[in-house]
């Protein structure tokens, strides 16, 4: 299922075989929120090349909802895309967006922010939706739990989402029996040491195709995210890929990778695009041809962002990335950009979002290169 | 510079000589507003291959500024277009978005909708203004009356307009030597026979490269606009283009075309796709391979318009248009452009403004071989 070709200390360089083929770790998911990356068509995605991309069974389940997705032939279908689709539980925005009406043992009843509409969701449903999706890899329901919380609490919410997880896994083998998905389990504890390898040794002993770290990238400073990543990539199986969940910034990617993990999706390059903040290679970096993975610790010499609707854009008459693979990068200039931006055209979202999920997926390329 | 290759009863089939090209007429305009067309970039455009866009001189003298767009190289370079454009006058806009502070003989005071900030709008200052744009086809500054208006009015606007045209005319003669522009002069005159033919003649007496009838499509009736159709064009220069600002919709068009019209623009395709209001050819008048001229009056039989809003389209899997240049058009069905809209994606307006533009295009290249 998972193989890892090549080590360079703790970074992986590894294949994910998944129903839809064969996948390169690490890698970055681009996020197709309602099924769709916001402003790009999945010609587009393709463009980018990325390995697999995220959707999110909690706006999906919404909008078009699930019987309507398994009416319309699932999401790879109606959205045009071949490649691995990945699906949260639904879990994350169900606790972050919807209202919550009644949590307990058996699973969340919520009001869907849109329109007040009761929904239920036990570990069983979200696993049931994500197979209406046609999601390759799913993920196990979980609690998500606001920080700071105390240990009791959190003691407490991990032994449920090991009890979700384990759930979830029942109905996974029951339902699933050949081209089957992959299901993937996902460890919580905050902040705490103990808790979070407790989780973790739960999560392997009912036994998951691979593991994500959840519950990070919430608020906690970047330190202690780090603090994090330096114990518990070890403690999960070796065999196995590792997912960080909604992390990050291209420098804790880089981090991240260096602490063994194979998995990333996060909102900041497409959410940032839409404001205007573009991420760039560092051209030095670039043209001296260092190794990623060897610069100094949670390094960021390798790039730089900037705000395009800045005055000092506006007659810079240098092109967006003179090497992109998109014609419209290698041609507009930064000038260009920036009035489009602040003349509030649509075209500014969608170029800026093609620029930083070619940065994002550039970096990961780039890191696999490295590993090697 | 014009040229008359074919025509069909009064529709022309010709060839208009610009310093960008030969291109051929009839042809619609692509509106790029302030220096995009909304949701699509310059490659998009390229893809759809218009005969030449137009571009807002009101619009781009607030932003970027005429100075700033002399700085940066004119506009075929900053948007990166390489055929003809033509702009307005600046003068639609100045009486319908700006607040006008004075009008007279010397022309316009107004301040900027967006700012406050004041600027003169004199004839001269227009076609400098056009010039620093880099515009191939200019328009000269008409005042636009606001209709009703009374006759006396009017005929004292057709003068003052005609004064214009003949400052424009000059300034232009004076400022361009070699590498010529296009100047067109607008007729004027409401829905008063008398008044438009005397400002028709007036303007000729000027001499202009074009004529455009102004002042249409401003809320009178279609069977209003069709009667001034009936004589206009007739009493124009035969061997001049002419250009019916601002219009319309399909059928309208082809009615302009047959009482001998050669060039259109219209925000109509961008904005209502952006509304999720979706233009469509008719399967059975595509495969009838019908003329298009020999249509009944004012038929409609040759198209139709969708809300794909609706909720008929639920489960629609049919692909948007299956003959499109576009694959995202081949592929997608009305059920994902639906969901796409339902849920606020920004592709929602990309698709729909490449289609409802894909149509308009594709009818004009239709009306010139079927007036051959």
């Not at 849109?114 to 939706?129: L, N, T, V």
């Not at 620029?355 to 696999?368: A, G, I, P, T």
């Amino acid at each position: 299922m998972f193989n890892v070709i090549k080590t360079k200390n703790k970074a992986r360089r590894g294949e994910l075989k998944t129903r839809k083929g064969l996948i390169q770790t690490p890698f970055f998911m681009p996020i197709a929120t309602k099924g769709a990356v916001k402003t790009l068509s999945s010609r587009d995605i393709r463009d980018l090349d990325p390995e697999i991309i995220l959707s999110n069974t909690y706006h999906l389940m919404l909008r078009p909802g699930e019987e309507e997705l398994k009416g319309l032939g699932g999401l790879h279908k109606f959205m045009d895309w071949e490649r691995p689709i990945l699906t949260d539980s639904g879990g994350f925005q169900v606790f972050s967006l919807a209202n919550i009406r009644k949590l307990s043992e058996d699973g969340v009843i919520f009001s869907s922010h849109i329109d007040g509409r009761e929904y239920k969701m036990q570990p069983e449903d979200s696993i049931r939706i994500q197979g209406a999706i046609g999601s390759d890899i799913m993920m196990v329901l979980d609690e998500c739990v606001e920080l700071p919380a105390d240990k009791k609490y959190l003691e407490q919410s991990i032994e449920l989402t090991t009890r979700w997880a384990d759930r979830c896994k029942k109905y996974f083998d029951k339902t699933f029996k050949k081209d089957k998905p992959l299901l993937f389990g996902i460890v919580q504890g905050g902040l705490d040491k103990e808790l979070r390898l407790k989780s973790a040794k739960q999560l392997e002993s009912v036994g998951f195709d691979g593991y994500a770290v959840g519950g990070l990238s919430v608020g906690e400073s970047e330190q202690e995210m780090y603090d994090v990543l330096d114990y518990l990539p070890d403690s999960m199986p070796d065999d196995k890929p590792r997912y960080l969940m909604g992390v990050g910034y291209p420098h804790q990617m880089v981090e991240a990778v260096k602490s063994g993990i194979d998995m990333f999706d996060c909102v900041i390059p497409t959410r940032e695009a839409r404001h205007g903040r573009l991420y760039l290679w560092n051209k030095v970096f670039v043209e001296s041809d260092r190794n990623i993975l060897e610069l100094e610790d949670n390094s960021k010499e390798f790039y730089r962002t900037i705000n395009i609707r800045n005055e000092s854009f506006k007659f810079d008459d240098k092109v967006i990335n003179e090497n992109s693979r998109f014609e419209e990068l290698r041609t507009y200039t930064f000038a260009y950009l920036r009035h489009l931006f602040v003349t509030d055209e649509p075209l500014a979202q969608r170029l800026s979002t093609l620029n930083n999920l070619e940065f994002y997926l550039d970096l990961m390329r780039r890191v696999r290169e490295d590993i090697k």
